[in-house]
């Protein structure tokens, strides 16, 4: 079997100097890496970031490396274009939002005179669409102001497109809240389930993850839960649960 893993967390810059990321470490993309060597004899292609934690290097780990979405989306794109995998574990802490535009308070304010638009809503988003158009020109944007302004822009779905080029493959993603009530967390794992075609789905409160404890809920398509309390259990869980579907197929 080959499958396909996501670990650690994603950066998106701001200018060449500055970034903005999540608290990622990619202990649970290792141990999950780290557990399938040990325990099967399939093929494991690893798609991580460069300041994550990393697995051991084995002959049947290929590591692959990227930085920011944008990064990640064609990296798992171009290796699930050209390579049939079994499962793909997406376990990366994805970034919701990249950069868009940078500006200095002033830099802002004469931006807005400048142009001046109306103050209604739809001269509001104008304006705001206009700022991605203005690619800053600084490689590191001056601290010599009061505020710094940022403007995001939402980052594709990456989870939305592994069944749409392998339609086959066991698809295990991830959904992460903070401090909801457990009704809750399995309510919105449940959605992102229907809404990316995962077969399954772990769900995970950031309050309940600390080093190797990490209390998860993983959601099958057939509506069953199944509880795991530490990372080699998740890890040993999303094995069996691989074997159980591709068996079933």
């Keep these: 079997m080959r499958i396909l893993i996501t670990g650690g967390g994603t950066t998106e810059p701001i200018d060449q100097v500055r970034s903005i990321t999540n608290q990622s470490t990619g202990r649970l993309g ?58 793909v574990i997406h376990s990366m802490a994805v970034s919701d939002f990249t950069g868009e535009a940078a500006f200095s308070q002033a830099a802002l304010i004469e931006k807005m ?15 705001f669409d206009s700022l991605s158009q203005t690619p800053s020109t600084e490689t590191k944007i001056s601290s010599d102001t009061q505020r710094l302004i940022l403007t995001l822009q939402k980052t594709p779905k990456v ?58 809920y993983l959601l099958a398509k057939d509506g069953s839960v199944t509880e795991a309390f530490t990372k080699p259990e998740i890890a040993d869980l999303l094995m069996a649960k691989i074997l159980e579907t591709r068996q079933a197929k």
């Excluded at 099967?40 to 990227?66: C, S």
């Excluded at 005179?113 to 304006?127: D, I, N, S, V, Y």
């Excluded at 993603?173 to 789905?201: M, Q, R, T, Y």
């Design 30 to 87: 290792q141990t999950i890496v780290t557990q399938i060597l040990a325990k099967t004899d399939w093929q494991v292609d690893y798609i991580t970031t460069p300041t994550a934690l990393q697995a051991q290097k084995n002959p049947r780990l290929e590591t692959f490396w990227i930085s920011d979405t944008a990064g990640l989306l064609k990296m798992l794109t171009d290796l699930m274009s050209k390579n049939h995998y079994d499962a």
């Design 113 to 127: 005179l400048t142009e001046k638009p109306e103050l209604t809503t739809a001269g509001l988003e104008q304006f």
């Design 159 to 216: 989870i939305a497109e592994i069944k749409r080029i392998q339609p086959e493959t066991i698809l295990i993603g991830f959904k992460l809240l903070v401090a909801v009530p457990p009704a809750e967390l399995v309510a919105v794992a449940a959605a992102s389930l229907k809404k990316n075609h995962a077969d399954f789905i772990l769900a995970n409160d950031l309050t309940e993850i600390s080093g190797d404890q990490h209390h998860g």
